[in-house]
């Protein structure tokens, strides 16, 4: 998504820092994180490729070649519960090399078997990824959410825009290196706020407000105050005005 400056937003993944992939003979791949092993029988490349990068840091997962047509080779994926049960954007997050090479594919190709078998398997694995916000402007992310719990599935959408939010009561910021951690006791995810714009979003919540209001209240293109929103909600990190709410400095 480009923003008012001209520049895209970009939305990245990679692996927490504490998981392991493992190639088998047969073929297989195990990622083991904190929560156990999960196993991924004939891995198709653009699965490979996928976990790859994600090891070396945060990617654009657009830019991982599928093979296209035939999914990049065959087989088929499962991502299961195992035999047992990462610059560094954030607490968690492995050390990236930032933005992924080439350009993806063109729109209009039609579907790549590849890319939704690799979208398939790296949705299995959300309880290992860290996802991360960002701007192509070189000044490093705005902001990472890491997971806490294997319960954990973080998608982001746009979030009404006349709909009052602000933050929870049991939140609590804290600083970390050259940014804050933002965290809640029953949350399943720690945020990171790398930027200052991140941390200028956060401030308008300390009030109800819409999203509307804090896009139209800060010096910030607005695509991005509305992803910085939609980031923070997915993160568990927004509550509904009329609850009572706060922020904890640590």
Excluded at 64 to 76: C, D, F, I, M, N
Excluded at 106 to 131: Q, T
């Amino acid at each position: 998504m480009r923003i008012g400056t001209g520049h895209r937003v970009l939305h990245l993944w990679s692996l927490s820092e504490d998981v392991v992939v493992e190639h088998r003979a047969n073929g297989a791949m195990v990622v083991r994180g904190r929560w156990g092993a999960e196993w991924i029988d004939r891995p198709v490349p653009a699965v490979r490729e996928a976990l790859r990068r994600m090891e070396l840091g945060p990617v654009l997962l657009a830019n991982v070649e599928t093979g296209k047509r035939g999914g990049g080779g065959p087989g088929r994926e499962r991502a299961g519960q195992g035999p047992g049960q990462g610059h560094k954007p954030g607490p968690g997050q492995k050390q990236g090399s930032g933005p992924g090479e080439g350009r993806g594919r063109r729109r209009g190709d039609g579907p790549d078997p590849g890319r939704v078998i690799m979208m398939r398997v790296v949705g299995r694995l959300s309880h290992l990824i860290v996802r991360t916000l960002g701007v192509d402007d070189l000044r490093g992310p705005l902001l990472s959410v890491s997971p806490v719990a294997r319960t954990g599935s973080f998608v982001p959408a746009p979030l009404p825009e006349e709909t009052p939010v602000r933050l929870p009561a049991d939140a609590v910021l804290t600083p970390w290196r050259s940014g804050f951690t933002l965290e809640r006791a029953d949350a399943r995810y720690r945020v990171v706020l790398h930027r200052p714009e991140a941390v200028w979003v956060l401030g308008m919540l300390a009030w109800p407000v819409t999203p509307e209001a804090a896009s139209a209240g800060l010096p910030l293109p607005r695509e991005m105050t509305r992803e910085i929103l939609a980031y923070l909600a997915a993160a568990e990190m927004l509550a509904p005005a009329g609850e009572r709410a706060g922020l904890r400095v640590g």
